[in-house]
């Protein structure tokens, strides 16, 4: 569905530019059609071929082909040489970029930009927003070669062309790095060139984005394939400064970290690494000061952003060391299980582990964006998917029966390792969730609100510490216990037909899920599971608090649980007394 594009609050009116623009000479007389597809934006410098291989794109697509330059000519009635000398170049950006505005507002076009047009913030964003950006990227000798003759180019009037575009590619390529496609054109041949293009753009698949929107703080979910390599251009319009410090551990260190400082470097963002053992036992104070002091010998700013790479542990980590570090650092969310992707990444909980619980140290502090790369997924063994499956199943289950629903009939798929489902699955997973934290950022509702999202975790969370922590079992696996244990519980106690909790338990166990306590492959006491659970942070007036359900998709908090009852249902599905 396209749409008209608002007015920038922060462009000058036509009339307040010194430069004289009849705006209403601008771009193909045709009006925008609904659903009448996206803009393509060419950008790159001088002498990569915009002009040229945008002609051969728009006649094979269907669309006019509209010059930037040419458009600003005619709306001023001056050439470019002259509007740069009369009116100077910061003038005559502010002027380009509501042309180009006007141009995306209008019926989609092949557009080929100046080669400062994508330089200015403003442009990028309404490029991003309304358009698929196209950087045609040159070696310098080419470029060279083919703008030797041209003299109508400001640019080219003080100084060689050599020294020129090597100054122009060391300032723009980190800025044009953040196009939506780079396609290289180092040959002569504008065919082949416009031959890859057309190949970009037919294999071009934008990531997901699922808006998470707080009153205090604002970010997208990006989900899809290979997000890691393209960090770089999704996270420069959100950070704060072009520097961050990288948290990951050593597992997933070799597998993912090359490709995401290759990303970031693309787009001219300054990296440095901190590196944890894996596993639950890195959160911990003793790790906490570890990478906080790592973080002060670093000499951060109130700028530099902390980025998560990894799971859920260092998810963890990062959050509360960025929350407390000088008060608050810019954080960054890039999960790399299925688990953190539609969990522990989104919503904002931070913290470590204690010798009395978990997570009972931590704070609420939201990431500035999150990207969940599906491709990263391929790298996990089924045991880690079972473990995040169990997460999206436990949100269909709490409040949308139409998620589980989709689960029963594409939930093997998932864990088959189809990328198309199990982007699908992040996108509703996380979907829901951020309904969830919108409507209670920092669970202080006393009854229901985001306190539902703990569906199964009661129950999971005492096994885990009784387990140690150690990895023996999973998060994930400790929740699919969990939610089983809940949906008994409610039956027990009359709330729940049976009928559902079959259904629940046949789910689970046709994906191979663990659904039993003995599928822990340990015996344990129902009443020290339950002196577990009477030391979770969820704990009020010394009463434990459990998320019960009505039906699938029918949760709710209860506070007045008899411990006996509790009790009967744990050595019902085989604790002993």
Request: charge should be neutral.
């Amino acid at each position: 569905m396209s749409r008209q594009i608002p007015p920038d609050r922060h462009a000058p009116a036509a009339s307040s530019l010194a430069i004289p623009l009849d705006l209403n000479a601008v771009g193909p007389a045709t009006p925008r059609q609904p659903g009448s597809g996206r803009t393509i934006v060419l950008v790159g410098l001088m002498g990569a071929g915009k002009t040229t291989i945008g002609r051969i794109l728009a006649a094979r697509l269907g669309v006019p082909f509209v010059d930037s330059d040419e458009e600003i000519e005619r709306a001023a009635g001056y050439t470019i040489a002259d509007l740069f000398q009369k009116y100077g170049e910061p003038e005559f950006r502010r002027g380009e970029r509501l042309v180009i505005r006007r141009l995306l507002s209008g019926p989609p076009v092949v557009l080929a930009t100046g080669g400062g047009a994508f330089m200015d913030s403003r442009t990028r964003a309404s490029v991003r927003e309304h358009a698929i950006s196209i950087w045609l990227r040159c070696p310098l000798p080419v470029l060279v070669q083919r703008v030797a003759e041209r003299t109508h180019r400001p640019l080219l009037n003080t100084a060689s062309p050599h020294a020129v575009l090597a100054d122009l590619m060391q300032l723009r390529h980190p800025v044009y790095a953040e196009a939506d496609i780079i396609v290289d054109c180092g040959d002569d041949n504008v065919e082949h060139s416009a031959d890859h293009v057309m190949q970009a753009l037919k294999h071009n698949r934008q990531p997901l984005r699922v808006p998470v929107r707080l009153d205090r703080a604002s970010y997208d979910v990006v989900i899809g394939p290979d997000v890691i390599r393209r960090a770089g251009a999704l996270l420069a319009p959100v950070l704060p400064q072009k520097r961050v410090m990288i948290l990951t551990d050593e597992t997933v260190s070799p597998l993912h970290l090359p490709r995401l400082l290759e990303g970031l470097e693309e787009t001219g963002i300054r990296a440095e690494v901190i590196t944890i053992p894996p596993g639950e036992g890195s959160k911990t104070i003793t790790m906490y000061e570890r990478v906080t002091n790592a973080l002060l010998e670093a000499h951060v700013e109130r700028g530099t952003t902390v980025v998560a790479l990894g799971g859920g542990v260092v998810g963890d980590l990062a959050g509360f060391c960025a929350a407390t570090t000088l008060r608050g650092l810019p954080f960054v969310q890039i999960p790399t299980t299925l688990l953190s992707q539609v969990d522990s990444s989104v919503g904002g909980k931070t913290g470590i582990n204690t010798p009395f619980g978990k997570n009972l140290l931590g704070a609420f502090h939201q990431p500035i964006a999150v990207l969940a790369d599906t491709s990263a997924l391929a790298t996990l063994p089924v045991r880690e998917l079972r473990a995040g499956y169990a997460e999206i199943v436990k949100s269909g289950l709490l409040g949308d029966a139409g998620l589980f629903d989709w689960c029963e009939r594409h939930g093997a798929d998932v864990l088959a390792g189809d990328p198309a489902m199990q982007a699908e699955a992040i996108r509703m997973a996380c979907a829901f969730k951020a309904r969830v934290v919108i409507a209670d950022e920092r669970e202080e509702r006393k009854a229901d609100g985001r306190a539902l999202l703990n569906l199964g975790h009661t129950f999971g969370h005492a096994l885990e510490a009784e387990m140690g922590y150690d990895g023996s079992l999973l998060h994930g696996e400790a929740v699919s216990i969990g939610l089983r244990l809940a949906f008994m519980l409610s039956v027990r106690l009359g709330y729940c037909p049976a009928e559902d909790l079959e259904r629940v338990t046949r789910h689970l166990e046709r994906l191979s899920m663990p659904v039993r306590i003995s599928d822990t492959g340990r015996n344990f006491s129902a009443v020290q599971l339950v002196r577990n659970m009477q030391r979770d942070k969820k704990m009020r007036d010394g009463r434990l608090s459990f998320v019960l359900v009505r039906g699938i998709g029918q949760a709710f908090t209860c506070r007045d649980v008899p411990d006996d009852v509790v009790l009967d249902v744990l050595r019902a599905d085989g604790c002993t007394p």
